[in-house]
């Protein structure tokens, strides 16, 4: 499969979360527990996988543990914000992403800003405003949660230009090491705020256990979309995310669709196709390091 429909494929995976985060929401488990708790279990996995693999990454051991940090931070600052802030700021600014991921993907890596890679951001910026919708409220001075959902997403596209640039680094490694940064941001923020762990009992543990499986398989087609396919465009292609999120929301009955929503989803669907066309002059794809 193309690299483009991976990371499509891997955005519409993470655009089905809110199903199991809602789940677990309405068993007293949310926030930077259910972070801990969830990427605790899946670093089970991940610390011996990645530590295997040391000597291919090893030489570029930097670049994995920004991937690690940027990844974890964008987990838990965006988890955080949902939590404590107001929701559509929250998804508003972390979605500035594309633009983070579109001028580092110029800075870094020299790639060219072309009047269509720049028509398709701001589709999908407009898409996303339309979409997530935008009043008065939205445009009052940033509090500290608005900070936070910034930030994340400013995490989110350092993290994808880091596995743009990890080029030795094994996939396997790059899909898991978030997780692990994940975990111990999530445990740092439960522990300054004094947030105690629920008791849970062996059935919900087995319910987190699968959940990480469903965010390693997001995770993984992910990572080798953001490996193999341009940062400007990648950055594009995940707002599908959005997309599915909103869609499914609707169809489960948590919300209703009106013209706006519509049209939105409309300019974002258009966004990601228009990103997913290969560039004529797109360099040779990325080589993963071999597992």
Known sequence: MRAEIVLLLGAAIWGLGWMPLAHFAGQGLAGMPLVLCTYGLLCALAVPLVLSQRRQWWPQRGTLLAIGLFGGWATAGLVVALSEGDVVRAMLLFYLAPVWGLL??????????????????????????????????????????????????????????????????????????????????????????GTP????????????????????????????????????????LVVIELLVAVLTAAWFGDRELGLREWLGGSLVLAAALIAARPSPDLSPTLCEAET
Not at 114 to 133: D, H, K, Q, V, Y
Not at 135 to 157: E, M, N
Not at 208 to 220: E, S, T
Not at 221 to 235: I, L, P, T
């Open 197 to 236: 762990l629920p008791a849970l009992d062996d059935h919900q543990w087995l319910q987190l256990a699968g959940f990480g499986l469903f965010w390693l398989a997001a995770m993984g087609a992910a990572q080798y979309g953001f490996s193999h396919v341009e940062a400007s465009r990648a950055a594009v």
């Open 104 to 193: 580092g993907g110029r800075l870094l890596f020299g790639e060219r800003l072309t009047p269509t890679r720049i028509g398709a951001l701001a589709l999908a910026m407009l898409g996303i405003a339309l979409t997530l919708g935008i009043s008065h409220d939205t445009f009052r001075p940033l509090a500290a949660s608005d900070w936070l959902a910034l930030s994340a997403g400013f995490a989110f596209a350092l993290n994808n230009l880091a596995t743009r640039a990890a080029e030795q680094v094994p996939l396997a490694s790059k899909a898991v090491v978030g997780f692990i940064g994940s975990a111990a941001l999530g445990g740092l923020f439960c522990l300054l705020q």
